[in-house]
């Protein structure tokens, strides 16, 4: 019989801060890994403004709060709204897929870093969109929303509701994979359903603030052993994603070196970043002539668009062979580097908001009639890659009102803990899984692009018991 060991919930908060600051010490780890090349020093103002934004969200993070009696909470109608979001991101999948495949004539075919190279251009020449493609994707999330309710009202969910759940899911998972590559937004939603899970459980066995382990039975750890289980799963998607782009950029490798060692110096190309780019350029020349193995010289193709030192790679048949670990390692390190990047900008224009809330943007033209997205090739040094959290919400807002907004995430997640821990299913609750995944993902790359509206579908099903007593009332009158 297990001992019964009791955790207060302070104690608990005390470990999501763990797991949210050991996210960024793994990040900063790998960037001391060498064997697939040494990133150049960040600034020390960019550092600064790193500890920065995470203490401002760590003093949030760390304040009490008492409960707010306004925040209306779901203790009823649980299927039907697993059943309503999941329906909804099936209408999503239903309408992107449309969108893409028959609109914009990509078809059923096209490989998807074609597809999105062809969006990229399309966006460029002033493309704006239509308004089934905004709608589309806000239907989509709807399915991170049914997942969180599902999670934390588990016992309350019928066979019915959870079929509907998983194929939606299923269906959702399959649309990311074909047209949007879905490697961020898969990894999310598991993450999202192991924390929201994880919550439940801890919640189930909790009484008078803390929690009992001789309570957990094995209904506790099913989900999180599944939700690990698929995110291993995951990772190894991943993988196959970065080879079968490595085969496809191989196929005509010697064309991009050729592409690659005669560009010319982009606009925001300082005097100190020419030199480093041209070691780049011949170490990669080298390789070329030495008749290195393709996968290794794609990997170097792709590593010159970044601030890495190539000459700490000593083996290129070893690259070659730990090619997709390597662009793996790539991915998740940049971040901390395309930031300093940008933050070392002097005439800089902010995005306002817009470059992690395109779709507002995209509304906002539409009804406008003039373009209002933010130009992501004309204002940063390197399109497409990962910026941090922190980097997005500087590029969006500047200094001062990220510090701000990440004092806010840190007290909305502190509560909203604290009422999943409670039983409590309040907006906050619902959130607290979003946020926490959002930031455990904060040193690599924002994630509120694709997850903002997920919180719109949270306020509509915490509004509508509102709604309702409303209608009761002047049903009364």
């Known amino acids: 019989m297990m001992r019964d060991i009791r955790i207060s919930h302070r104690w608990l908060i005390i470990l999501t801060a763990a797991i949210i600051l050991s996210s960024l010490a793994v990040i900063l780890g790998l960037r001391f ?19 920065g934004w995470y203490l401002a ?15 209306p909470q779901i203790q009823h109608f649980t299927n039907h709204w697993v059943m309503a979001l999941s329906l909804a991101s099936l209408i999503g999948v239903g309408a992107m897929i449309y969108e893409l495949a028959i609109v914009r004539g990509y078809g059923f ?32 999330s709807a399915i991170v929303a049914a997942w969180i309710v599902a999670c934390l009202r588990w016992q309350a969910l019928s066979w019915r509701g959870l079929v509907v759940l998983l194929v939606s899911t299923l269906a959702v998972f399959l649309y990311q994979a074909a047209f949007e590559g879905g490697r961020s937004f898969a990894t999310a939603l598991v993450l999202v359903v192991f ?13 008078d603030g803390r929690l009992r382990l001789s309570s957990l039975r094995f209904r506790h750890a099913a989900p999180l052993v599944l939700a690990f289980v ?19 950029t191989i196929q005509t490798i010697e064309q991009q070196l050729d592409q690659t060692l005669s560009a010319t110096a982009s606009t925001h190309e300082t005097a100190d970043d020419k030199a480093p780019k ?12 030495s008749s290195a193995p393709p996968y290794a010289l794609a990997y170097l193709r792709y590593a010159s668009d970044f601030d890495i030192d190539l000459s700490s790679i000593r083996d290129l048949d070893q690259l070659a062979v730990k090619y ?47 373009d209002m997205r933010y130009n992501l090739a004309r204002n940063l040094p390197n399109v497409g ?22 004092a806010l995430m840190g007290l909305g997640l502190r509560y909203g803990l604290q009422c999943m821990f409670d039983g409590a299913t309040t907006i906050f609750s619902l959130s607290a899984p979003l946020i926490l995944v959002i930031m455990a993902a904060a040193p690599v790359t924002t994630l509120l692009p694709n997850m903002w509206p997920c919180f719109l579908w949270m306020a509509l099903m915490c509004a509508s018991p509102l709604f309702m007593a409303g209608s009761r009332r002047r049903e009364s009158v």
């Open 324 to 370: 997709s670990r390597a662009m793996n390692w790539l991915y998740i390190t940049q971040g901390a580097n395309e930031f300093d990047r940008i933050f070392g900008l002097s005439n800089l224009s902010h995005s306002y908001g817009f470059y992690q809330f395109p779709q507002i943007a995209q509304i906002l033209s539409k009804l406008l009639g003039k």
């Open 385 to 406: 890659t990962y910026i941090t959290l922190m980097g997005a919400f500087y590029l969006d807002f500047g200094t001062v009102p990220s510090l701000i907004l990440a």
């Open 109 to 140: 075919s096209t490989p998807v870093f074609d597809l999105r190279t062809m969006q990229v251009e399309q966006a460029d020449a002033g493309f704006v969109g239509s308004w089934l493609g905004g709608f589309g994707r806000l239907f989509v």
């Open 230 to 248: 698929v995110l291993l799963a995951n990772n190894q998607y991943n993988l196959t994603v970065f080879a079968s782009r490595g085969s496809r």
């Open 195 to 207: 924390f929201a899970s994880a919550g439940s459980s801890i919640a189930d066995v909790s009484h």
């Open 33 to 51: 890994f060498t064997n697939y090349g040494t990133w150049r020093p960040v600034s020390s103002s960019g550092w600064i403004f790193f500890a």
């Open 278 to 289: 041209a070691e780049q350029l011949e170490i990669i020349d080298q390789a070329r002539a």
């Open 57 to 71: 969200f760590l003093s949030g993070f760390m304040v009490p709060v008492q409960s707010i009696s306004c925040a």
